[in-house]
């Protein structure tokens, strides 16, 4: 998700300028690592990329069916499968999970919900 991220918010970055970008925001990895994630998003069609020289430069994908709610939905698919409640559970047992304000913002959302139905 951080990797989307960066390629949002700039497009035609090399391995890297990704790599910096990470780094930048606490996140220290490897050059084969970045690379790896990288060629999984292309696989999947959320990034693009292009040759130039020696290396490929990424980007996000901007096709309709990318929109954040559906690459959410993918991440949620590939990480809990059926199990919808686990990754909000996840976020309620962590201990740098939800602020306060946040768990109000949660219970506001749910109890709209509720009477929608």
């Keep these: 998700m951080k990797v989307l991220g960066i ?8 391995v890297s300028d990704i790599q910096a970008a990470l ?3 606490g ?8 690379m ?10 959320l990034v693009v990329r ?8 990424y980007s996000a994908a901007k096709k309709k069916d990318n929109s954040p709610l559906k690459i959410f939905e993918k991440f949620k698919t590939s990480l809990f499968g059926s199990e919808k409640l686990k990754p909000i559970l996840g976020l309620l ?25």
């Design 7 to 14: 390629l949002n918010s700039a497009e035609n970055l090399g």
């Design 27 to 34: 996140h220290d990895l490897a050059y084969t690592t970045v």
């Design 23 to 25: 780094k930048k925001a």
């Design 36 to 45: 790896t994630v990288l060629v999984r998003l292309y696989s999947k069609d």
């Design 50 to 57: 292009k040759k130039e020289g020696r290396q490929f430069l």
């Design 93 to 117: 047992e962590s201990d740098d999970g939800l602020s306060r304000e946040e768990l109000e913002e949660l219970k506001k959302a749910v109890e709209k919900k509720l009477k929608g139905k």
